[in-house]
């Protein structure tokens, strides 16, 4: 009987390590991921002007009315499916061109999620991603995303989470998203911490962190050698980022095209 009691008593200390050591698991990639986002928006190219955008890009298409309304109303209203495509594809251009330059400029240590400082490759790496989102969710009528002092506030950080998840392809962050979507309206912004999809956030937000240090392996075997290491990093990250890339636009598009009430997001404040 104290046998039986000794060995129940051992499952259950091992049990209790075991969920000591997923939670710590959990909590370190939670942490990681906050702080390459928080790294990543500070960089100077990150922040886009939701105004300056369309008026650059709207203009080749649209007479000076037409961006004026799209910029009020949002540009689904103005741009033709063709238009939007064009667009949308030369900002991926833009973007896997400057980080795959980035990427085979610098170098990248192996464990260095462990470390304190994020490497300034990953951080670029992010900073583009999150600069591509944000002209591509403008771009398919999105509201911007809200700022203090310039800055963008924890908001804007969640909705960052949420599309970086659908770029990543994880199957909760598209879910969040599309009832995200069914959320904004003229008059309203969006306010993840307002709705249920504040746990979302956290979970998908963990789901990176860990899928960060999987990519960080990789990347790393493109640092071995220092002469053969630029080209080879280069083109893992343009083999990483364009997918990325290309599934967020299929995301919006496949929003785009579903035509619900409130699938065409207004760019009204």
């Given at each position: 009987?104290?046998?039986?009691?000794?060995?129940?008593?051992?499952?259950?200390?091992?049990?209790?390590?075991?969920?000591?050591?997923?939670?710590?698991?959990?909590?370190?990639?939670?942490?990681?991921?906050?702080?390459?986002?928080?790294?990543?928006?500070?960089?100077?190219?990150?922040?886009?002007?939701?105004?300056?955008?369309?008026?650059?890009?709207?203009?080749?298409?649209?007479?000076?009315?037409?961006?004026?309304?799209?910029?009020?109303?949002?540009?689904?209203?103005?741009?033709?499916?063709?238009?939007?495509?064009?667009?949308?594809?030369?900002?991926?251009?833009?973007?896997?061109?400057?980080?795959?330059?980035?990427?085979?400029?610098?170098?990248?240590?192996?464990?260095?999620?462990?470390?304190?400082?994020?490497?300034?490759?990953?951080?670029?790496?992010?900073?583009?991603?999150?600069?591509?989102?944000?002209?591509?969710?403008?771009?398919?009528?999105?509201?911007?995303?809200?700022?203090?002092?310039?800055?963008?506030?924890?908001?804007?950080?969640?909705?960052?989470?949420?599309?970086?998840?659908?770029?990543?392809?994880?199957?909760?962050?598209?879910?969040?998203?599309?009832?995200?979507?069914?959320?904004?309206?003229?008059?309203?912004?969006?306010?993840?911490?307002?709705?249920?999809?504040?746990?979302?956030?956290?979970?998908?937000?963990?789901?990176?962190?860990?899928?960060?240090?999987?990519?960080?392996?990789?990347?790393?075997?493109?640092?071995?050698?220092?002469?053969?290491?630029?080209?080879?990093?280069?083109?893992?990250?343009?083999?990483?980022?364009?997918p990325m890339a290309r599934r967020l636009k299929k995301h919006l598009d496949?929003?785009?095209?579903?035509?619900?009430?409130?699938?065409?997001?207004?760019?009204?404040?």
């Open positions: 009987m104290e046998g039986e009691i000794w060995v129940l008593e051992v499952r259950r200390q091992k049990k209790e390590e075991r969920i000591v050591i997923m939670e710590e698991k959990t909590e370190k990639s939670l942490g990681l991921w906050n702080r390459v986002l928080s790294t990543s928006v500070n960089l100077p190219f990150v922040k886009v002007n939701r105004e300056e955008f369309l008026n650059k890009e709207l203009s080749k298409f649209c007479t000076p009315m037409e961006v004026m309304t799209a910029i009020e109303e949002g540009p689904l209203g103005v741009l033709t499916k063709k238009e939007i495509d064009k667009i949308a594809n030369q900002c991926i251009s833009y973007h896997l061109t400057m980080v795959c330059g980035t990427s085979a400029l610098m170098g990248l240590p192996g464990g260095w999620w462990m470390a304190g400082t994020i490497p300034a490759d990953i951080t670029q790496f992010y900073g583009h991603i999150l600069s591509l989102m944000q002209k591509l969710i403008y771009l398919y009528g999105w509201p911007e995303l809200t700022s203090v002092n310039d800055q963008l506030d924890d908001e804007s950080k969640n909705i960052m989470t949420l599309f970086v998840g659908v770029m990543m392809g994880n199957k909760m962050a598209i879910e969040a998203l599309t009832k995200v979507v069914t959320q904004v309206s003229k008059n309203a912004g969006v306010k993840v911490s307002e709705t249920v999809m504040a746990h979302y956030v956290i979970k998908i937000a963990q789901w990176i962190g860990i899928n960060m240090t999987k990519e960080g392996f990789a990347k790393g075997v493109g640092k071995v050698l220092p002469l053969v290491g630029a080209p080879i990093s280069a083109t893992i990250t343009y083999y990483t980022f364009r496949e929003l785009y095209d579903m035509g619900m009430e409130h699938g065409k997001v207004s760019g009204e404040k």
